[in-house]
């Protein structure tokens, strides 16, 4: 072949299918993805590699061995050294395609944060693990009419829906509220498999692409959950809900710190009391043995569970209140809490 024929089209075969139009407009795009976990990351190395041509990556955490079953982007060096999530992500997708512009943030996601890390977005794709991040996010995205994707995976179920503010209902017309701390199980108590995060991410990043490239009129108006465990596939309608509080009222509950949980550093003990924003009465028998189903040496009485995990101890009390030794860090307390409490 000779030296001086051009180059062949990366994204040929793509251009093919969704027009040349679209993958042009892929190509000026700003995708942010928030939480570059099992969904995050599956999410941010499909949209790299089909050309988005801005992508910024939050999280607050870094790359622990326990995640490479799922977490397909990152590699056990990036373990040994302990690499935040958000730099190895960028690091491997700069080897995936070097003609995208990446934007790695080493950051908590929170009220104080959230806007800025969404400024300027095309679409948003939701790698969160808990619901007042999510709820935090339906807050940001409504607020600026930035369309984006909520996905979540447990165990192996999964579900996804595509917010697209002021057309169609935001997450708070799905879910009013968060469910209480305890009562919703985690991929830390109960489990996960890897193909059911991919499989969500894939979905999630499916549509982000028919947002990013233009093609709003192919986004799904449907919640969407699969099982693939015991196996179906299901679409439910889903539909604004009048008087919603976020997208027909336009009150920000989350965002503007009305409804977020508090962190306080504890003077002296290196710890962080954590008081949740979803309260209400915590079963402390059913989290205690979720926490020594996960492996956790467990105590418990009729007041509060405490737990030895990842380093910390936990102690949760029945208010949901909780209390993280071994960290004067709230965004590793909080990230703890949201590992093995939930919401």
Known sequence: MSSDQPPVDRYLRQSLF?????????????????????????????????GVGRLRL??????????????????????????????????HLAECNSEIALEPHVADFTPGTAAALCAGADVIVDGLDNFEGRFLLNDVAVKLGVPWVYGGAVAAYGLTMTILPGVGPCLRCIYEEAP??????????????????????????????????????????????????QGGVQEVAVARTPG?????????????????????????RNAVQLAPAAGGAIDLAALAARLGAAGAAVTQNAYLVRAR???????????????????????????????????
């Open 18 to 50: 969704i027009g040349a139009a679209a993958q042009e407009r892929l190509g000026r795009a700003t995708a942010v993805v928030v939480g570059c976990g099992a969904l995050g990351s599956m999410s941010a190395m499909l949209l790299a590699r089909a």
């Open 58 to 91: 939050v999280d607050r955490d870094y790359v622990d061995r326990i995640n490479l079953h799922r977490q397909i982007l990152y590699t056990e060096q990036d373990a040994r050294h302990a690499l935040p999530k958000a730099v190895a992500a960028a690091a």
């Open 180 to 229: 209480p701390p305890g009562t919703s199980p985690t991929c830390d108590t109960i489990g996960i498999l890897a193909p059911i995060a991919t499989t969500v991410a894939s979905l999630q990043a499916a549509e982000a692409l028919k947002i990013a490239g233009g093609l709003t009129a192919r986004v799904s108006r449907h919640l969407l959950s699969l099982d693939l465990w």
């Open 244 to 268: 919603c509080p976020c997208c027909d009222a336009r009150r920000f509950d989350y965002l503007e710190g009305a409804r977020a949980s508090h962190a306080d550093a504890l003077c002296g």
């Open 309 to 343: 995990l990842d380093g910390h101890e936990l102690t949760v009390f029945a208010d949901g209140r909780a209390i993280v030794a071994g960290t004067p860090d709230p965004a590793v307390a909080r990230g703890v809490y949201a590992k093995y409490v939930g919401a």
